[in-house]
C-alpha cells in the first residue's frame, strides 16, 4: 500500500517531507508527496530538500522519481538502512543539520554501523545549529538509546557553506521511551562563536548574553567564546557569528536557545535574541524547550513503550510532525495544552526493531 502525503497540509514547509521521507524508509512503505513546500516562496524542493531525500535513499536502496529543484511532487521507494560509510554534500550552504535531521533515524536503525560525512551550512536561519544538534538532542538521543556520535569539523556559513559535520552510528537494539515533565536547571552556558570577524564581536555578544540573564536572576553563569580564524582548520570559507544558551538540567537533559548574527545586525541586539527566548521558555518551567519537542517526535513514534514530555510550547513544526508522523506510523499521540506551563506530548510508540 502506498502512503500519501499531502506537503500542504500543517506547516507546509519541508519539515513534512523530512518526517515523511524518515518514516517511510524506516517502515519500509513507498511513500507519494505531493503540493511539497506549498506554502514556502518558491514552493517545491531546494537542494537542501534533495539531498536529504537522496541521502536516505542511498542509505536504504531505495529510488526517487521527481527529485529536481522546483519539483512539487516525488515517489520514494525504499527497501532496507544499510550500514556502511556515506558522504553527502549539499552542493550549496543548505543545512546540514536539516539533511542529518531526516538521515539519522534511518542511519540508526540501518543492519550495521555507519559513518556519515555531511558538507553543506552548519549554522543557518531557520534551521537548528549543528551545535544545538551536539549539545541538546544527541544527549536526548542517547537517552532513549541510541548510539551517536557527532563531530563539526568545519564551520559553514552563507552563501559557500562547505561546512563538514561528520556523524557514526551503532544499530538501536531497542529504543526506550523518553519521560521529562519537569526538572530543575542546575547551570546556565553561554557560548559565542564567530569565523573571520574580529574576536570582540563574540566577547561583546557572550557578555551581553550574560548581563541579560543576570539581570533576570541567573548567577554563576559559565562563559565560552571560539573566535575561530584563518589559521583554524575547522574556519568557515565565509565569515559569520552565533550564539546558543545552553540550560542543563538536572535530568541530564539540555534546553536550547541560539541566535545568528546577520549584516548590519550588532552583537548585542543577536545576545538579546537569544537570552529573551531563553528566558521566555525557561519561565513556563518545561524541561524541553520548543524545537527539541518538534525533534523528537519521530523517535517518540518508533520508541518502545509510552513517552510523555512537557515543551515550552507547541510549534506548527511539532504540531505538523505530531499529525504526518501519527498517521503514518500509527503511534498514539496526545497533545496537552496547559497555558503558562506549555503543553503535554504523549505518545504510545510502535517499538519498531531493527530489519
Same mark, same amino acid.
Given at each position: 500500500?502506498?502512503?500519501?502525503? &499531502?506537503?500542504?497540509r500543517?506547516?507546509?514547509? =519541508?519539515? /513534512?517531507?523530512?518526517y515523511?521521507?524518515?518514516?517511510?524508509?524506516?517502515? =519500509?512503505?513507498?511513500?507519494?508527496?505531493?503540493?511539497?513546500? @506549498?506554502? !514556502?516562496s518558491?514552493?517545491?524542493?531546494?537542494?537542501?530538500?534533495?539531498?536529504? /531525500?537522496?541521502?536516505?535513499?542511498?542509505?536504504?536502496?531505495?529510488?526517487?522519481?521527481?527529485l529536481?529543484?522546483?519539483?512539487s511532487?516525488? /515517489?520514494?521507494?525504499? +527497501?532496507?538502512?544499510?550500514?556502511?560509510?556515506?558522504?553527502f554534500?549539499?552542493g550549496?550552504a543548505g543545512?546540514?543539520?536539516?539533511?542529518?535531521?531526516?538521515?539519522l533515524?534511518v *542511519?540508526?536503525? @540501518?543492519?550495521?554501523?555507519?559513518e556519515?560525512?555531511?558538507r553543506?551550512?552548519?549554522?543557518?536561519?531557520?534551521?537548528?545549529?549543528?551545535?544545538?544538534?551536539?549539545?541538546?538532542?544527541a544527549?536526548a538521543?542517547?537517552m532513549?538509546?541510541v548510539?551517536?556520535?557527532?563531530?563539526?569539523?568545519? !564551520?559553514?556559513?552563507?552563501?559557500?557553506?562547505?561546512?563538514?559535520?561528520?556523524?557514526?552510528?551503532r544499530?538501536v537494539?531497542?529504543?526506550?521511551?523518553?519521560?521529562?515533565?519537569?526538572?530543575?536547571v542546575?547551570a546556565?552556558?553561554?557560548y559565542?562563536?564567530s569565523?573571520?570577524?574580529?574576536d570582540?564581536?563574540?566577547?561583546?555578544?557572550?557578555?551581553?548574553?550574560?548581563?541579560?540573564?543576570?539581570r533576570?536572576g541567573?548567577?554563576?553563569? +559559565?562563559v565560552?567564546?571560539?573566535?575561530?580564524?584563518?589559521e583554524d582548520?575547522r574556519?568557515?570559507? &565565509?565569515?559569520?557569528?552565533?550564539?546558543?544558551i545552553l540550560a542543563?538540567?538536572s535530568?541530564?537533559?539540555?534546553?536550547g536557545?541560539?541566535s545568528?548574527g546577520?549584516?548590519?545586525?550588532?552583537?548585542?541586539?543577536?545576545?538579546?535574541?537569544?537570552?529573551?527566548?531563553?528566558?521566555?521558555q525557561?519561565?513556563?518551567?518545561?524541561?524541553?524547550?520548543?524545537h527539541?519537542?518538534?525533534q523528537?517526535?519521530i523517535?517518540?513514534a518508533?520508541?518502545?513503550?509510552e513517552?510523555r514530555?512537557?515543551?515550552?510550547?507547541? +510549534?506548527?513544526?511539532?504540531?505538523?510532525?505530531v499529525?504526518?508522523?501519527?498517521?503514518?506510523?500509527g503511534?498514539?499521540f496526545?497533545?496537552?495544552?496547559?497555558?503558562?506551563?506549555?503543553?503535554? *506530548?504523549?505518545?504510545?510508540? /510502535?517499538?519498531?526493531?531493527?530489519s
Amino acid at each position: 500500500m502506498v502512503k500519501v502525503v &499531502d506537503g500542504a497540509r500543517g506547516e507546509g514547509g =519541508g519539515q /513534512i517531507l523530512r518526517y515523511a521521507v524518515s518514516t517511510c524508509a524506516l517502515l =519500509g512503505e513507498e511513500l507519494r508527496v505531493f503540493n511539497i513546500r @506549498a506554502k !514556502r516562496s518558491p514552493p517545491g524542493l531546494r537542494p537542501q530538500h534533495i539531498t536529504a /531525500i537522496k541521502s536516505v535513499a542511498e542509505v536504504c536502496g531505495g529510488t526517487v522519481e521527481g527529485l529536481k529543484i522546483g519539483s512539487s511532487s516525488i /515517489i520514494f521507494r525504499p +527497501t532496507r538502512p544499510r550500514g556502511g560509510k556515506y558522504f553527502f554534500d549539499t552542493g550549496t550552504a543548505g543545512s546540514a543539520p536539516l539533511v542529518l535531521q531526516s538521515l539519522l533515524p534511518v *542511519i540508526c536503525f @540501518a543492519d550495521g554501523p555507519c559513518e556519515v560525512e555531511i558538507r553543506g551550512g552548519t549554522n543557518n536561519p531557520m534551521a537548528p545549529p549543528v551545535d544545538y544538534i551536539q549539545e541538546v538532542l544527541a544527549p536526548a538521543l542517547r537517552m532513549m538509546g541510541v548510539e551517536v556520535r557527532l563531530e563539526l569539523v568545519r !564551520r559553514g556559513f552563507y552563501p559557500r557553506g562547505q561546512g563538514v559535520v561528520r556523524v557514526e552510528t551503532r544499530p538501536v537494539k531497542r529504543l526506550k521511551p523518553i519521560e521529562a515533565l519537569d526538572a530543575k536547571v542546575e547551570a546556565i552556558e553561554v557560548y559565542a562563536y564567530s569565523c573571520n570577524l574580529p574576536d570582540h564581536i563574540v566577547r561583546r555578544m557572550a557578555a551581553a548574553a550574560e548581563s541579560h540573564l543576570g539581570r533576570a536572576g541567573y548567577r554563576d553563569i +559559565t562563559v565560552r567564546t571560539e573566535p575561530l580564524d584563518r589559521e583554524d582548520p575547522r574556519n568557515s570559507l &565565509d565569515p559569520g557569528t552565533g550564539i546558543l544558551i545552553l540550560a542543563r538540567l538536572s535530568s541530564g537533559l539540555s534546553m536550547g536557545f541560539d541566535s545568528l548574527g546577520e549584516r548590519g545586525v550588532p552583537a548585542e541586539e543577536v545576545a538579546r535574541r537569544a537570552a529573551e527566548e531563553a528566558l521566555s521558555q525557561l519561565s513556563t518551567g518545561a524541561p524541553i524547550d520548543k524545537h527539541l519537542a518538534d525533534q523528537l517526535i519521530i523517535w517518540m513514534a518508533l520508541a518502545d513503550g509510552e513517552s510523555r514530555i512537557r515543551t515550552s510550547a507547541i +510549534t506548527s513544526h511539532t504540531a505538523t510532525g505530531v499529525d504526518v508522523v501519527g498517521s503514518l506510523t500509527g503511534a498514539e499521540f496526545g497533545v496537552k495544552e496547559e497555558g503558562p506551563k506549555g503543553a503535554l *506530548i504523549s505518545c504510545r510508540g /510502535i517499538g519498531l526493531r531493527p530489519s
